[in-house]
């Protein structure tokens, strides 16, 4: 028995060792291909090593190109602020029907439910009407205000208060908290691996969108990063070379997220009432 186990580990790390070496190497070489001019990588030679490295790339995005800073600045602002607004709103909204009871709760989380079921594709049309009638485009507001909640991660919240326990809140009830007191005092503090595993995807979601700035945005003082990285394509000459350094520099962000929220999204939690 032990050497079947044994033998199924060694097989699984094989297959997982494989997928993880498949998913690295072209990041590996997006990053080797940010020190190169442009003629070595269109050469069509596949090296990991730069014959002629060159720092040059960057320095034409962050100093040539005028705009990268502000769109970069574009990309943080509005996931930042956006990530906060749906943490913050998610997780009371789910606290709500989780443990409030109101009339019309049942109704409002069916309602929930089905939005989870229509594809964002569908709402872009009204969605891109609705700014224009309140003049909303080409601004943050536009882009941060109709994506604030998610109904995604109002449900996974609500699945989170629901397993909570109830002593907890009635402890900090005697001790003279209110229910907003209570939620931001007791139950967030307690609630970290669920607020890590929303916040970094929906920080992911905001930093990676390319759809809706498309759409809201037409002044290229106002493109994020993903809109800005495709002005370096042409119609006959694309510049992977400044795609792949400004591509680096996109991922960035995300992985200092991932790696400041991870400590949280993998621990278990452990909900005792003498913590």
């Known amino acids: 028995m032990k050497k079947k186990t044994s033998i199924g580990k060694i097989f ?48 034409q995005i962050f100093i040539q190109q005028e705009l990268f800073p502000r769109w970069m600045f574009n990309s943080i602002f509005i996931a930042t602020v956006g990530t906060g607004l ?5 997780s009371m909204a789910g606290y709500a029907l989780a443990r409030l009871a109101f009339p019309g709760k049942k109704a409002l989380f069916i309602i929930i439910l089905a939005v989870l079921m229509i594809p964002a594709q569908v709402t872009m049309v009204p969605n ?58 007791v139950v967030l503090p307690l609630a970290k691996p669920a607020l890590a595993a929303q916040t970094i995807f929906v920080f992911m979601g905001f930093w990676n969108d390319f759809m809706r700035p498309l759409i809201i945005m037409t002044d ?49 939690l452990s909900l005792t009432g003498g913590k």
Not at 25 to 34: G, V
Not at 86 to 90: E, Q
């Open 128 to 185: 891109y009407l609705i700014l224009r009638e309140f003049g909303w485009l080409n601004s943050y507001q536009g882009m941060i205000v109709p994506s604030m909640i998610n109904a995604t991660f109002i449900f996974m919240m609500r699945q989170f208060f629901i397993n909570f326990p109830k002593e907890l809140e009635e402890a900090a009830a005697i001790d003279g908290l209110s229910r907003i007191g209570t939620f931001f005092r």
């Open 220 to 268: 290229s003082s106002m493109y994020t990063l993903p809109l800005g990285l495709n002005t370096f394509k042409g119609q006959f000459v694309s510049y992977w070379n400044y795609i792949m350094a400004a591509s680096m520099v996109f991922t960035l962000p995300v992985l200092l997220i991932y790696a400041f929220f991870n400590k949280y999204f993998i621990k278990g």
């Open 86 to 90: 749906n943490v913050i709103f998610n």
């Open 12 to 59: 699984l790390y094989i297959i997982l060792s494989t997928y993880a070496l498949v998913t690295l190497i072209p990041f590996l070489w997006a990053l080797s291909s940010s020190f190169k001019p442009l003629s070595e990588i269109v050469s069509g030679s596949i090296n990991f090593i730069p014959q002629n490295f060159t720092l040059d790339n960057y320095r």
